[in-house]
């Protein structure tokens, strides 16, 4: 059953556009992280929030900007994207004393 | 944070039980074990997590050896479903707020 919602799941967009992913989770927990998996398949830690505050902020562009607005939302924005930014983007969510994540579905970024 | 070692691959036909083992030689006294897999088109579920000896739940079981530097996830009478990919992580659960660092798991093949 799906307590993490993103969307969209899928956008393809031109190099230079701006887009924005959203997040939602109705678990009641503290902490929101952003994953991004390329296409090998690995799957990097970009950002963790919790209760709205920024915790992690691992090594990536400046472009890319977390955004929450409560603690069962987290968005990312990436303002002027490039072919590297082609991804999938999992948003997750847990209690902040715990390694059990929830994820969502993935949203899918391709970049033309 | 611990590094894990996973074989890239297994293959197991339907009905068999498979063990994924993971070496975590330098596992810190704070860190704990924790087992996700992903299936295609989907985020990573959590299966299981342990700190010592031998856990079991409805879906799976984790024996941990006694030096904690080498744990196996049994899947009993595997089916089709069960084919994903497999990762063992180690975090101290307390810190980064259970910032989670996936390596490239284990594909999980199953042959009817």
């Known amino acids: 059953e799906t307590a993490v919602f993103q969307t969209p799941n899928y956008h393809v967009t031109q190099v230079g556009n701006e887009v924005s992913f959203n997040c939602k989770q109705t678990?009641?927990?503290?902490?929101m992280y952003w994953y991004k998996q390329d296409s090998k398949k690995l799957l990097k830690i970009m950002f963790s929030y919790n209760n709205k505050q920024l915790i992690v902020n691992e090594t990536v562009p400046r472009r890319f900007s977390p955004q929450s607005s409560d603690k069962a939302h987290l968005n990312l924005r990436i303002k002027s994207v490039e072919p590297e930014d082609s991804a999938v983007y999992l948003c997750?969510?847990?209690?902040?004393?715990?390694?059990?994540?929830?994820f969502g579905e993935g949203s899918k970024l391709t970049v033309l | 944070l611990a590094k894990t070692t996973q074989p890239p691959s297994m293959e197991a036909y339907e009905g068999q039980e498979v063990n994924v083992s993971c070496s975590h030689t330098n596992i810190a006294t704070s860190e704990y074990i924790y087992w996700y897999r992903q299936v295609p088109h989907q985020g990573p579920q959590f299966i299981i997590q342990?700190?010592?000896d031998y856990v079991v739940n409805e879906v799976a079981s984790l024996f941990i050896s006694a030096d904690r530097k080498l744990s196996t996830l049994s899947l009993p009478w595997v089916s089709l479903r069960d084919a994903a990919v497999y990762y063992c992580i180690v975090t101290d659960r307390g810190s980064a707020l259970g910032r989670l660092h996936f390596g490239a798991g284990t594909q999980l093949i199953v042959i009817p």
């Open positions: 342990g700190y010592k």
């Open positions: 997750a969510s847990s209690y902040s004393q715990t390694g059990q994540l929830y």
């Open positions: 678990l009641g927990h503290d902490t």
